[in-house]
């Protein structure tokens, strides 16, 4: 089954079309979809023939999840690293990158990474 439970549910429909099974309420009975998505669903296959893409707003991300994972483990490994090391380690490892700086910080922020320098403890003196 795939990851978006939308992409499953399109998929099951269109698998359903294609057997002859037309009416919304059998494919719903059998899928588990909902009778109105799948009213919707069987609407636009006997208009286009085929249920369309989900548009995705916004810029795509610079960062995969494979990369931000890689990210995650350079910081892990020392975290000591500056940004523009781990800068250079990722575009080593993936030639096609190129990424700054800032955008690796905005990702380090994205998953919950903060710099934090240690706190002063005063000097107990006995």
Known sequence: MSSNPIKANRSAVNFLWK????TPKEISSKT???????????????????IPEIRRSGRPRKLSS??????????????????????????????DLEVSERTIRRELSNLDYVAALPRKVPLLTQ
């Open 19 to 22: 057997q002859n099974i037309r």
């Open 66 to 95: 494979e990369k931000r994972r890689q990210l995650g483990m350079i910081v892990k490994s020392n975290h000591y690293t500056t940004t523009t090391e781990m800068k250079t380690i990722l575009e080593e490892k993936y030639q």
């Open 32 to 50: 588990g979809v909902p009778l109105r998505t799948c009213q919707r669903y069987v609407a636009l296959l006997k208009k286009n023939k085929k």
